[in-house]
């Protein structure tokens, strides 16, 4: 089987609606200035982005079992569009209407993960799900990148601001969404001969591989998150950059290093094992999270900021192909459970802001550290 591009993408269009979702990242350094919260308020800003996946994932991971993948992608799309579309309807009147805005975006991201991670497997040639999974969190990078991207060329360029950035992912969605729509998608079906339920899912769960696995969705994302939330607070900190003028270069280039990698990664998975690679990009995140103590000018930062995001960017498609791998029959379920623990991206920037603010920003990064530390740990773990 050869990749079916006409099939794919709108798959990867997906993936790049996926990373609009991320959008309260690159927000909350912003906001944090412009209405002086604490570290630990403005970990709560990204709560609202990604508390739907604790609460949809596994509900839409069974709907989806009955309904078909491309009906939850289609789903994700109308909802994303929506919650960017009420904004511009309202003129951005409002704080409580934006928060409605980005609850709704983060819906719609939910059902677009829950959705597109496994559909990647039905368009992709035997073997190759790692790598295409790897190729759509690149495009999910992009979206991703976007977020701390326009906002600075709006500035910059135009006059505008971050206000911009829900216009033109309106259309974008828009466009994925009716190529989705006539696309004609064959979804692999699960031999497991019974259909997902919540009994299921949770016994699921209790399969010590499975839960170690989304236990490791569930820290990578929140180290993620916070490091796209936290990065232009640390340029301010150790160099003093000015946040609302210069901080955002510091989530931009966590992003660039993003796509880069996972890039290199669909590349590098062509001839390497995703066990293997999950070890080595692992480690060199590690590396990377000890460069932000150790630098000294801000050129040292980005270096290291780089090899912090050259390392993050492989570790998602990794823990879920490798997992979804492991147990295809009960892929929808697996969805879900991984989906959910992108929650993570809620709570452990809160985590990470409860320390900043009791010790220092400095300590905050040590939480990142031990999320990371737990995956390398565990990309040594044999399954029985």
């Given at each position: 089987m050869k990749n079916n591009y006409l099939k794919s993408g709108p798959i990867f269009l997906a993936f790049l609606c996926m990373g609009f979702g991320d959008v309260v990242g690159p927000l909350t350094s912003q906001l944090q200035a412009e209405y002086e919260l604490t570290n630990f308020m403005a970990g709560l800003v990204t709560f609202m982005g990604f508390i739907m996946f604790g609460l949809l994932s596994v509900p839409m991971g069974l709907v989806q079992d009955r309904k078909g993948k491309k009906f939850v992608l289609l789903l994700g799309m109308i909802t994303a569009l929506a919650g960017l579309v009420l904004p511009i309807l309202g003129n951005f009147s409002s704080f409580g209407l934006l928060l409605g805005s980005l609850l709704l975006l983060g819906t719609g991201a939910t059902l677009l993960q829950v959705a597109g991670n496994p559909i990647m497997r039905d368009v992709s040639p035997e073997g190759k799900y790692s790598r295409n999974l790897s190729f759509g969190q690149f495009f999910k990078?992009?979206?991703?990148?976007?977020?701390?991207?326009?906002?600075?060329?709006?500035?910059?360029?135009?006059?505008l601001d971050w206000k911009l950035l829900f216009p033109v992912y309106a259309v974008i969605v828009l466009i994925a969404g009716v190529y989705l729509w006539f696309v004609k998608i064959e979804e692999k079906k699960d031999d497991s001969g019974s259909p997902a339920s919540?009994?299921?899912?949770l016994a699921l769960l209790k399969n010590p591989y499975v839960f170690f696995m989304v236990l490791a969705i569930f820290l990578y994302v929140g180290a993620e998150v916070s490091m796209s939330a936290k990065l232009p607070n640390y340029l301010e900190?150790?160099?003093?950059?000015?946040i609302q003028e210069l901080g955002l270069w510091?989530?931009?280039?966590?992003f660039l290093a993003l796509m880069t990698g996972?890039?290199?990664g669909g590349v590098i998975l062509n001839?390497?094992?995703?066990?293997?690679?999950?070890?080595?990009?692992t480690l060199l995140a590690l590396v990377g999270i000890a460069g932000l103590y150790v630098a000294t000018s801000a050129t040292m930062g980005f270096v290291a900021i780089f090899v912090i995001g050259l390392g993050f960017a492989n570790i998602f498609?990794?823990?879920f192909s490798i997992t979804i791998d492991a147990m295809p029959e009960r892929s929808n379920e697996i969805s879900g459970l991984m989906v959910t623990a992108i929650i993570g991206g809620a709570i452990v920037p809160v985590i990470f802001g409860a320390v900043a603010d009791i010790f220092s920003l400095m300590a905050g990064f040590i939480v990142t550290l031990v999320c990371i530390g737990y995956i390398f740990g565990l990309s040594f773990y044999k399954r029985k």
């Open positions: 990078a992009i979206g991703s990148l976007s977020g701390a991207l326009l906002p600075l060329l709006a500035a910059q360029y135009w006059g919540f009994g299921s899912v900190h150790k160099f003093n950059f000015d510091g989530t931009l280039f966590f996972r890039f290199l001839w390497m094992s995703p066990s293997r690679f999950l070890k080595i990009t498609p990794l823990v």
